[in-house]
């Protein structure tokens, strides 16, 4: 099992590539990474601190922010609240910021099944307690974090076979969920290395925080970036690992701080930043 070396322990190395760079991307996870994880996703919500730091970051800071979610795009948007950023909703699927509207229509294309695989499982779950089920356009996810331990293994049945009869579908695991998810290819690496072109940074100009499996698109597409994985986990490309949202916390105030204090002493040039 790798285990990659906590960020405060690689602290000078990260702050001297950060010092280095006029404008950077910051890319983030939700769930789990800037949000305490909920029992329902309907709960879910964005410390009002954190939401302050993020703001910060991307004014103070001179970086680029970016939510990068498995949930839908509005929903993303909505909880974090924070305008002139970019939102990467459906992990990718649909991207929304300054002068950028996108949804693939690849995926869209994919719409019919996805929405009779989840009409079959709402019908043949209906009485598992607990389960939730998810339609977020693009792709679906069914959540077991609450459904009774002796129920879980009949549900996973039902999961496998609605998407093993649709063949545009395909299954992805997450935290707790099983994600129903278009065959495309197309992931969170794909919308990171898209917004890096589209704002013209390199992948070493990028920080990414995650801390699911269907993160690791993004540390495996960003191998001289700052990645870091969020909790513990058996695998991971992340280069550094942060404990929790209140490390993920920590960290990005020490973010804040080195842009700062390299704004302050010439390092970077003033044009680095919106204000």
Do not use: M, S
């Given at each position: 099992m790798y285990k990659p070396p906590h960020w405060s322990e690689r602290w000078k190395q990260?702050?001297?590539?950060?010092?280095?760079?006029?404008?950077?991307l910051l890319a983030c996870d939700f769930d789990g990474t800037v949000a305490p994880i909920a029992a329902r996703p309907d709960e879910a919500h964005l410390p009002e601190e954190m939401r302050t730091l993020l703001r910060q970051l991307a004014t103070y800071g001179g970086l680029t922010l970016a939510m990068v979610s498995g949930r839908a795009l509005h929903d993303?948007?909505?909880r974090v609240g924070?305008?002139?950023?970019?939102?990467?909703?459906?992990?990718?699927?649909?991207?929304?910021g300054p002068d950028l509207t996108w949804s693939s229509a690849d995926a869209q294309a994919h719409r019919t099944e996805l929405a009779d695989a989840l009409m079959v499982l709402r019908r043949q779950s209906s009485d598992i307690e607990g389960v939730i089920i998810e339609d977020k356009g693009l792709t679906g996810?069914?959540?077991?974090?609450?459904?009774?331990?002796?129920?879980?293994?009949?549900?996973?049945?039902m999961v496998g076979a609605a998407v093993q009869s649709h063949s545009g579908l395909r299954l992805a695991y997450g935290k707790a969920v099983w994600e129903i998810r278009p065959r495309v290819a197309w992931n969170k690496g794909a919308a990171v290395r898209h917004l890096l072109k589209r704002v013209a940074l390199s992948t070493a100009d990028t920080i990414c925080l995650g801390d699911d499996d269907t993160d690791e698109s993004a540390h495996r597409a960003l191998p001289d970036g700052v990645t870091l994985r969020v909790g513990?986990?058996?695998?991971?490309?992340?280069?550094?690992?942060?404990?929790?949202?209140?490390?993920?916390?920590a960290f990005l105030f020490c973010v804040l701080g080195a842009r700062l204090s390299a704004r302050h002493t010439g390092t970077l040039p003033p044009s680095s930043f919106t204000s």
């Open positions: 990260i702050e001297e590539q950060l010092r280095t760079r006029p404008r950077v993303v948007r909505q924070l305008e002139g950023i970019f939102y990467c909703g459906n992990h990718g699927l649909e991207i929304e996810t069914v959540h077991w974090r609450l459904v009774p331990d002796d129920c879980r293994d009949r549900l996973r049945e513990a986990c058996a695998t991971t490309a992340a280069r550094f690992r942060l404990n929790d949202v209140k490390d993920t916390a």
